[in-house]
């Protein structure tokens, strides 16, 4: 390799490696002057820079006569080609949303669901009754500034169409930077929800030192933004409604709409012994686990080594672990070193009717969290889900994860983190299938009082309305 090939291959692992640990601008002033080749990779990352320092899409203004009850939600993926905890929340808001008597259409990102495999995909999806629009042009923008651009327009021209009073997009920031120049351009109001903290979760994957890179304090800035110029932000839970005051929303303008079931998870559940006939597992069995994304901050490792600490004291005690995701073959060596390899039942990911299934199967579900910025504020969908299902749910001790399961009320409480304390509140509940029920039992009916789609659809049609009969267009 001659000097000069040498020079350029340090520069660009160099770059990479300051993108990776956040430092977008280092990243970029590395490849400046570089060979072809690499202004490539420079031009690439300056553009999504400038996204991050502030760019906005440009657009006209268009009139049109907005249709009543009529919203239009842009999404980041969807079903049926993603089954994520996103996507079945958004299609439950839809469903639920058009039973309440609402028009909808939802838009997925430019270039999905192409970008992820599907190279057959369609211009539209009719799910459920409810149609998802893709954004699939002949060629996409190089930079990721022009990709918005380009999304902008092609969800202005759908909405010009639609002709919708309101416009609804969910974070990341980006999605908000799209929907609040078409609704400018339209001239309607826009809600902006807010389903997680990204900055927190792609720090999450790094060092606490990312929390001091440039990538996280852009990142926190036009999250808090996008907020601060939506006309409604709505959230999960109580622990991040305090996020989104502390980042100057007034709370007048805030609404909480929690996960929540609706469908299959309104009917009775099915016996244990049932769901695990349908499932292939014994009957006569103890089980544990969860449904979940396989990733570091959800704790599964914590969970195994509970699971090792009771399996010799419990030996009809297995483990079942829903789901896939970065952690798994961790977790699959784990097991492999503990010697519990046929006592523990890794599924992959399944089906949202097969996941349910699999709750029902379970004693107990678990949410071994870490203790993390992102796991304090986010509530996950699942372990509603199973309360659903009239199973206890022991959780980590964890603010949002607390305003789910109550102590000794549905579930339990462990700390995080501490695979011995965990252990112990579990072998607590296996040693007592009255206590189990009682607790499944009173999870259901708070369930079925508080956290259902239909509910949280009646909530987003009293806000949209007040919305629209309210709306003045802020200046830009």
């Known amino acids: 390799m001659s000097q000069a090939a040498a020079s350029q291959q340090l520069s660009a692992t160099k770059a990479r490696r300051q993108w990776y640990d956040g430092e977008m601008s280092a990243a970029v002033e590395v ?4 060979c072809r080749k690499l202004s490539k990779q420079r031009r690439r990352l300056e553009s999504e820079l400038r996204v991050f320092e502030g760019w906005r899409p440009s657009l006209s203004k268009v009139n049109i006569s907005s249709e009543p009850q009529r919203v239009l939600h842009l999404l980041t993926n969807s079903v049926p080609h993603t089954s994520s905890g996103y996507a079945r929340r958004s299609h439950a808001i839809l469903t639920a949303q058009q ?20 190279l057959t995909a369609r211009d539209s999806d009719v799910v ?23 999304q902008s327009e092609g969800l202005l021209r759908i909405a010009r169409d639609f002709r919708p009073s309101v416009l609804h997009t969910t974070t990341h920031f980006v ?13 309607v109001p826009w809600v902006y929800e807010v389903r997680g903290q990204l900055a927190d979760t792609w720090a999450s994957t790094r060092g606490p030192e990312a929390r001091n890179s440039e990538r996280y304090r852009l990142f926190v800035e036009r999250e808090a933004e996008i907020m601060r110029s939506a006309d409604l932000v709505v959230t999960l839970g109580e622990a991040m409604k305090q996020n989104i005051l502390a980042a100057g929303v007034p709370e007048e303008r805030i609404l909480i709409s929690p996960n929540a079931v609706g469908g299959e998870y309104l009917r009775e559940p099915i016996h244990h012994g049932a769901a695990r006939q349908a499932m292939g597992l014994a009957q006569d069995g103890l089980y544990i686990g969860t449904v979940s994304s396989l990733v570091d901050y959800e704790g599964l490792d914590d969970l195994v080594t509970a ?7 419990l030996p009809k005690l297995r483990l079942v672990v829903v789901g896939d995701g970065t952690a798994a073959p961790a977790l699959r060596s784990q097991v492999q070193r503990l010697g519990l390899a046929e006592r523990v039942i890794f599924t992959g990911r399944v089906p949202a009717e097969q996941a349910r299934l699999y709750h029902q199967a379970l004693d107990v579900f678990v949410v071994p969290r870490k203790d993390l910025s992102v796991t304090r504020s986010v509530t996950p969908l699942k372990p509603v889900e199973a309360l659903a299902c009239a199973r206890p749910v022991v959780a980590s001790r964890l603010e949002a994860l607390c305003e789910i399961v109550h102590d000794g009320v549905n579930g339990r409480v462990a700390e995080p983190s501490d ?4 252990a112990e509140v579990l ?18 009916q708070g369930v079925l009082a508080t956290r259902t789609w239909k509910a949280n659809a009646d909530a987003y049609a009293r806000a949209y309305e007040t919305l629209v009969s309210n709306y003045t267009r802020k200046a830009s």
Do not use: C, H
Request: net charge neutral; glycine share 12%; no cysteine.
């Open 128 to 150: 459920d009754g409810v149609r998802y629009q893709r954004l699939l042009p002949s060629q996409l923008s190089k930079s990721m500034n022009g990709r918005l651009q380009q």
């Open 175 to 187: 999605n908000g930077l799209v929907v609040r120049e078409v609704a400018q351009a339209l001239d």
């Open 31 to 34: 490849l400046d002057g570089q």
């Open 419 to 422: 695979p011995t304390g965990l």
């Open 307 to 313: 699971f090792a600490m009771l399996a010799p004291r």
């Open 99 to 118: 039973a309440a008597g609402w028009d909808t259409l939802a838009v997925t990102r430019l270039g999905y669901p192409v970008q992820i495999g599907v």
């Open 427 to 444: 072998l607590d509940l296996l040693e007592d299938e009255g206590l189990r029920e009682r607790l499944g039992a009173a999870g259901r």
